[in-house]
């Protein structure tokens, strides 16, 4: 596991696709999971703000994720217990416009399953966002709809919405998620972290 999180910090595959980018970066992949973890974010890709920590979720986005669990930032970073596994391990950048890229597939291609199949099996899978939500739960559905079938993936997984503040909108239209979803969502998290 050592050699393999070693060659991942050392990817360069992306390097020409962030460099044509409007933010214009280098890789700097964030690899934040280990065997036996309890838990697994598997998420869409780290943000500019964890680009420059080398943290995964060190912006507004991960302290509505936290809140969403119902963990504190100590819990969320113990990299014993929580594992967090995007689709893309660098910042993909911004387009022209300033609209976040999509995390590109060959970095999924090239490391989730030597990742997953070194890890082995995980009590509980967060599921977050439409691209992780299309590879890990297989639906072809919108976020809405998939996060709306949530029960349908217990106990093993829970599809979220990503928790950044430019989705405040979609949270006031869908009074469910946080009404039906966080208390579930929260119990779960604490009987697998405390299993």
């Given at each position: 596991m050592e050699k393999l999180k070693q060659d991942l910090r050392g990817c360069r595959i992306c390097a020409e696709r962030f460099?044509?980018?409007?933010?214009?970066?280098?890789?700097?992949?964030?690899?934040?999971?280990?065997?036996?973890?309890?838990l697994i974010i598997a998420s869409q890709a780290p943000g500019l703000r964890?680009?420059?920590?080398?943290?995964?979720?060190?912006?507004?986005?991960?302290t509505r994720l936290r809140d969403w669990m119902g963990v504190s930032e100590e819990q969320f970073y113990d990299q014993t217990r929580i594992g967090i596994v995007p689709m893309g391990f660098c910042f993909p950048g911004y387009d022209a416009q300033g609209a976040d890229l999509p995390p590109p597939a060959v970095c999924r291609n090239t490391w989730h399953a030597q990742i997953f199949d070194a890890m082995g099996a995980v009590p509980l899978k967060l599921v977050i966002g439409g691209y992780a939500q299309r590879y890990h739960l297989g639906t072809r559905a919108g976020v809405t709809e998939t996060v709306q079938a949530w029960r349908d993936?217990?106990?093993?997984?829970?599809?979220?919405?990503?928790?950044?503040?430019?989705?405040?909108?979609?949270l006031k239209r869908n009074p469910w998620f946080e009404n039906e979803l966080l208390p579930v969502l929260k119990t779960r998290v604490r009987e697998v972290l405390d299993g």
């Open positions: 460099a044509a980018t409007a933010t214009r970066h280098h890789p700097r992949p964030v690899v934040w999971f280990r065997p036996g973890v309890r964890a680009h420059h920590a080398k943290e995964p979720f060190r912006d507004p986005s991960g993936h217990l106990p093993g997984a829970i599809p979220l919405p990503h928790p950044s503040w430019r989705n405040t909108a979609w």
